[in-house]
């Protein structure tokens, strides 16, 4: 079937609109053709399938239910249901989700940054957090239910709709568990969309050891209760350690477990050597302070 170009189409709304008000004396519905000819507190809301047609300018819904009714709007994009379709002013394609666009990051799905129409994210069916996906819009408002899942970022959600809004896919239902670490490149990182920072939290002392995932503090007392970081700097306390997304290496100031390099003098040469569980043993590389003041080059063993 020929499509009618844009300036023809232009030209029939105009004939349509001047016939309506001429013939019948009465004020015409404002007729469009895309949002563009309409208030900003409109849209052209058209007949469903009618991506390309004329529409009449309406007003865009303010709220709308929690319903999940998708539907596929001619933006290509899958809205819950023919309210939220309506207050985004985007016109029904059909009904049910988009088949389309497919993918497999959030970076193949169009206005992934949430400030651009509330943004994308590519949703996946639980648990296959490395298949392939459809392109959802980002939920704009969340229930504050607490009916945790984890998502594929490893971090725990209040619910799925937090989740979809942070762009994350969903790994299983329920909190995330503790996934092993040895440093924290094995943590997820900081996330913009507001999930916290994790770090590799590890049991006191042994900071060449196996430890577990934990979210960083965001906010921490202001107490002096001085410990020693596995980096050998001083923190405040524990709690501001764990904001910097380092272990402990000793409760109290480093200087009373730690001693200068130079004390210790020259290394043996021993070498390093793989354990069982993917940690090293041997030379820590820190010089530390005996119970009877002497120093001495820390060897871990396997444990």
Known sequence: MRRLSHSWKLTGLFLIVTACCVFTGLRCPDLCLDNNHCRAYLFCAKRVGDCDGIGKCVLRPQGCPDVWEPVCGCDGL??????????????????GECGSPA?????????????????????????????????????????EIYDPVCG???????????????????????????????????????????????????????????????ERPEACIDIYLPVCGCDGTTY??????????????????????????????????????????GTLGGPTGRCLRTADGLCGWEIRDCP
């Open 78 to 95: 899958t809205h819950s249901n023919a309210c939220d379709a309506a207050a985004a002013g985007v016109t029904i394609a059909y009904e």
């Open 103 to 143: 993918c497999r990051t959030n970076g193949d799905c169009p206005s992934v940054d949430p400030a651009v129409n509330g943004g994308t994210y590519c949703s996946k069916d639980i648990g296959d957090c490395d298949g392939t996906g459809i392109c959802l819009p980002r939920p704009q408002g969340c229930y």
């Open 152 to 214: 594929c970022d490893g971090v725990t959600y209040s619910n799925d709709c937090f989740a979809a809004a942070a762009g994350v896919s969903i790994a299983y239902m329920g909190p995330c568990r503790p996934v092993p670490c040895i440093s924290n490149e094995h943590c997820s990182p900081y996330d913009p969309a507001g999930a916290p920072a994790q770090y590799c939290a590890k049991e006191v002392g042994d900071c060449e050891g196996l430890g577990m995932c934990e």
């Open 236 to 277: 405040g306390n524990a709690c501001v350690a764990a904001s910097e997304g380092m272990s402990l290496f000793a409760e109290g100031p480093c200087e009373d477990v730690l001693c200068d390099v130079v004390d210790c003098g020259p290394q043996l040469g021993r070498p390093n050597y793989l354990c069982e569980d």
